[in-house]
């Protein structure tokens, strides 16, 4: 098994543009997070999904930031426009049958919005 | 909702000595709890859990202790070595349906040969 998947892992933008971030969970994993982690703020959960459902997006920090997982082997998280206090590293997890198992990180997505 | 508070932010050992983390929570019904370890430039991966009808769990070097009265839980290091240095987390998952993850601010963990 490859693991959790993310792209790009590296990813520079200018602020106002798109940007999109992409995820592959572990087949057969039931539940997809997406965490935030900054020196700052540590590591932030930002959109829990369960059987492609989104079940928590209250850490969504604002309307600019949005989820999707339109089936069970693929989730984006978009930022639209970007600013640069979204750089961070963006961290997508798996996890069998529900959230209270343990979780595969991705390698995550370094990004910079300068 | 939940609340983790972890402590110390930052901790300094020589090579040998034991580390103890410690996280408390604020949700009494809260039931799992994951320690995960993030080495610099990687991923967190999980290390260790425990859930709450268990006080104690061991695995070789590294050991969890939960205190579900006092609603806190602890990390223990014994016999460190470098490659123990790393940025630990504590989580707390709160029950009720939603299974929503909440982590603590992480311990920076450094260990001196």
């Known amino acids: 098994d490859a693991g959790v998947i993310q792209s790009p892992r590296h990813e520079v933008t200018e602020m106002g543009q798109e940007v999109t971030l992409r995820c592959k969970p572990i087949?057969?994993?039931?539940?997809l997070f997406w965490y935030r982690q900054t020196m700052m703020r540590g590591l932030e959960l930002l959109i829990y999904?369960?059987?492609?459902?989104?079940?928590?997006d209250s850490g969504m920090p604002e309307d600019r930031f949005s989820a999707k997982m339109p089936n069970a082997s693929f989730s984006t998280l978009k930022i639209q426009p970007s600013e640069p206090r979204d750089s961070a590293v963006y961290f997508c997890?798996?996890?069998?049958?529900?959230?209270?198992?343990?979780?595969?990180f991705g390698p995550g997505t370094r990004l910079t919005v300068t | 909702g939940e609340n983790v508070e972890q402590h110390p932010s930052t901790l300094s050992v020589q090579e040998g000595d034991s580390a103890v983390i410690k996280c408390t929570y604020s949700d009494s019904a809260s039931n799992y709890f994951p320690w995960y370890k993030q080495e610099l430039g990687k991923r967190p991966q999980l290390i260790i859990d425990i859930r709450s009808n268990v006080g104690e769990k061991k695995d070789q070097r590294i050991a969890v202790t939960l205190n579900k009265t006092a609603k806190h839980f602890s990390l223990h290091i014994t016999e460190t070595q470098p490659e123990d240095s790393a940025v630990y987390f504590c989580?707390?998952?709160?029950?009720?349906?939603?299974?929503?993850?909440?982590f603590g601010r992480g311990t920076s963990l450094i260990v001196h040969p």
């Open positions: 997890a798996s996890s069998p049958y529900r959230a209270d198992y343990e979780q595969y």
């Open positions: 087949s057969g994993h039931n539940s």
């Open positions: 989580a707390a998952y709160a029950s009720g349906g939603s299974y929503i993850p909440t």
């Open positions: 999904f369960n059987n492609n459902v989104p079940i928590d």
